[in-house]
């Protein structure tokens, strides 16, 4: 089990510009879910696929956010024109369903900064 | 609207005490409530997890205690080590019909265990 793996760690960008993260879930996972964090809060969920197919979309995912998980395997996540307000932490979590639900294991996440 | 509230937002406890850590929940379709634990720069790690058949789970010494009438659950943390000092989060999530388990959490409790 290697884990869930998140990249880049870190983004620091412009606003204005546009950024993608990659999220490699536990192989044998078909479910993956994407969340945000702001500092001293709580995850919120962002959009969840299943094997290829994107099935939810949160609210908070304006339409400058866009998630694609070509292959049923790894994941990205597109902000484009980014703004200050996108600044957190962006994590995936993926889990397995076997009988019944797994629990969601998290990657340590892509921490982004908007100067 | 807050769905699950946790208390207290921050808590100190000394080495070889419990740590007490709260939630309570809105939503009674909630069935499966877990508890996350995260260290600074790292994602959420699982804990432990309950669901509503239940009243209480222990794992070593992470204990669960659930009140369904109540709508409250929380975790005990019995003989607190200076190693156990985290960011702790409750969660919530209904099992489907289809689609995702997606999570709501808490806004953490800050636990700073001194020795």
């Known amino acids: 089990d290697t884990g869930v793996s998140q990249n880049p760690r870190h983004k620091i960008t412009k606003r204005g510009q546009n950024v993608t993260f990659r999220c490699d879930p536990i192989?044998?996972?078909?479910?993956l879910y994407w969340y945000r964090q702001t500092l001293g809060q709580g995850p919120e969920f962002l959009t969840y696929?299943?094997?290829?197919?994107?099935?939810?979309k949160s609210r908070l995912l304006s339409d400058r956010f866009s998630a694609e998980r070509p292959k049923g395997s790894f994941s990205t996540l597109e902000i484009q024109r980014t703004e200050q307000g996108d600044s957190a932490m962006y994590l995936c979590a993926s889990s397995s369903r076997g009988q019944g639900e797994g629990p969601q294991h998290f990657g340590d996440g892509t921490r982004l900064s908007i100067l | 609207q807050q769905q699950v509230k946790q208390s207290p937002q921050s808590l100190i406890v000394q080495k070889g005490g419990i740590s007490i850590i709260n939630c309570a929940y809105e939503?009674?379709?909630?069935?499966?409530f877990p508890w996350y634990q995260q260290f600074p720069g790292k994602g959420p790690a699982l804990l432990i997890a309950?669901?509503?058949?239940?009243s209480e789970k222990k794992e070593g010494r992470f204990t669960i205690s659930f009140n369904k009438s109540a709508k409250q659950f929380s975790l005990h943390i019995m003989d607190s080590q200076p190693g156990d000092s985290a960011t702790y989060f409750c969660a919530a999530s209904i099992t489907p019909r289809v689609g995702s388990y997606q999570l709501t959490f808490g806004k953490g409790t800050k636990l700073s265990v001194i020795p």
């Open positions: 939503n009674t379709a909630f069935d499966y």
């Open positions: 192989s044998e996972h078909n479910r």
């Open positions: 309950i669901r509503p058949d239940v």
């Open positions: 696929f299943q094997n290829e197919a994107q099935l939810e």
